[in-house]
């Protein structure tokens, strides 16, 4: 069975940067895409990026130089990096296999606040 | 980007009712290999999203058939036959033919 697993701070700073982890079991993060989704108060969502098989990534433009995503092949997580974060960033992170959205992790909530 | 808009963003039904949700893209979601990457989601409430469709039309394994996505190039839609409490949720649509990825607004299904 696979399975997606988030982990991070709740609560983040203005300015500071926001990271989280996504641990994946039952599927190897060597194979197909894995990425980050959240989902903001009320209901909208965005795509964020992906790394794919090979370790290249793909970013959504409106988080311009914000995200990076990388990964640890050895303990199969992968990790969302973003920097200089608003309360705008207020949301909960998903984290999921791509890009047919099989299989998605419980969800981190994150806010942003001082 | 492509725009994916959704409609209604709120249905009321009874238990038994069928209802549709359009979702209609500002863009063909045909990709260059001729299939058209527009699936469903339900966000159930206190869950993760689950998908429901992928590719327009394929079931996932497990959902009943009384769900069912048609449609094309831009316009496409989501049945739900016979409303059962537990297809109580959020639905949206999203598009991964063209970069970057998108989702509908949502349509929040909720009990009469």
């Known amino acids: 069975e696979v399975q997606l697993q988030e982990s991070g701070p709740g609560l983040v700073k203005p300015s500071q940067s926001l990271s989280l982890t996504c641990s994946v079991t039952?599927?190897?993060?060597?194979?197909?895409?894995w990425g980050w989704i959240r989902k903001f108060p009320g209901n909208k969502m965005e795509w964020m990026g992906y790394i794919s098989y090979s370790g290249s990534t793909s970013y959504n433009p409106s988080l311009k130089s914000r995200i990076s995503i990388t990964r640890d092949t050895s303990k199969n997580q992968f990790f969302l990096q973003l920097n200089s974060v608003t309360t705008e960033d207020t949301a909960t992170y998903y984290c999921?296999?791509?890009?047919?959205?099989?299989?998605w992790g419980q969800g981190v909530m994150v806010t942003v606040s001082s | 980007d492509v725009v994916m808009t959704q409609t209604p963003p709120s249905l009321s039904v009874a238990i038994g009712q069928s209802v549709s949700i359009s979702c209609k893209s500002s863009?063909?979601?045909?990709?260059?290999?001729?299939?058209?990457?527009l699936h469903w989601l339900l966000q159930s409430s206190g869950r993760s999203p689950k998908r429901l469709i992928y590719?327009?039309?394929n079931l996932d394994s497990g959902v009943p058939d009384r769900f069912s996505g048609t449609g094309s190039q831009k316009d496409f839609t989501l049945k739900i036959s016979r409303v059962e409490a537990k297809d109580l949720g959020v639905y949206y649509c999203?598009?991964?033919?063209?970069?970057?990825?998108?989702f509908g607004g949502g349509t929040k299904l909720e009990l009469k």
């Open positions: 590719q327009v039309s």
């Open positions: 863009q063909s979601l045909v990709y260059s290999d001729g299939k058209t990457y």
């Open positions: 999921a296999d791509l890009p047919f959205f099989d299989y």
């Open positions: 039952g599927y190897s993060i060597t194979s197909n895409y």
């Open positions: 999203a598009q991964t033919t063209h970069f970057p990825w998108t």
